[in-house]
């Protein structure tokens, strides 16, 4: 089971994608959601605006992401 660290497998799906062509997430057009381990913050990647789109509840199954 992924869902370990995260809210949901799908979740863990997302944020755990790894790219053999793309290993920085930000450069594949497939990863959709970055988690940073440091402030335990998910947002979703903004690929074309190079950015970040910080969310607060899980796109999948609407769990409050953090307190």
């Known amino acids: ?9 799908t979740m863990a799906f997302q ?12 450069d594949c057009l497939d ?3 970055f988690h940073s381990a440091e402030s335990d913050e998910y947002g979703l990647i903004l ?7 910080l969310i607060q509840y899980c796109p999948w ?3 409050r992401l953090k307190d």
């Open 1 to 9: 089971m992924l869902a370990k660290q995260h809210c949901c497998e």
């Open 61 to 63: 199954c609407g769990t």
């Open 31 to 33: 990863a959709l959601v």
């Open 15 to 26: 944020v755990e994608h790894r790219c053999d062509q793309h290993p920085d997430p930000f």
């Open 47 to 53: 690929h074309g605006a190079g950015g970040l789109a």
